[in-house]
């Protein structure tokens, strides 16, 4: 089964950019949908941005969505998350995750998951 390794987290100043990344074991990844989560402290998890496997973007967060942009490399098997204006209510752990072909809203719709790369927004 595809396993999905998150990296790239950190403390970040507010104002800066980050890119995520989500490498996947093997190639058959491009059959995949895969969806960037996010869990803030205290909050409940939810979805950022999806990328199916033709190639279209779909946008679940509705607030500051400018500021995300998602991308995959197939040749190399990774997914990519771009943040750029970084702010406080961006803190949390960013989670990749993976269902067949087409990009669904919901946590319950992917059955693939990373453990997650923490993300610190703090002067």
């Known amino acids: 089964q595809l396993q999905l390794v998150e990296s790239g987290g950190g403390l970040v100043q507010p104002g800066g950019s980050l890119r995520l990344s989500c490498a996947a074991s093997?190639?058959?990844?491009?059959?995949?949908?895969i969806t960037w989560f996010r869990q803030a402290p205290g909050k409940e998890i939810e979805g950022l941005l999806c990328?199916?496997?033709?190639?279209?973007?779909?946008n679940i967060v509705l607030s500051g969505k400018d500021r995300f942009t998602i991308s995959r490399d197939n040749a190399e098997n990774m997914v990519y998350l771009q943040i750029h204006s970084l702010g406080p209510e961006d803190t949390g752990i960013y989670y990749c995750?993976?269902?067949?072909?087409?990009?669904?809203?919901?946590?319950?719709?992917?059955?693939?998951w990373g453990q997650g790369t923490q993300v610190t927004v703090s002067s």
């Open positions: 990328l199916s496997s033709s190639g279209d973007t779909i």
């Open positions: 093997d190639s058959t990844m491009r059959y995949y949908a």
């Open positions: 995750a993976a269902r067949p072909y087409v990009c669904y809203d919901g946590q319950h719709d992917y059955g693939i």
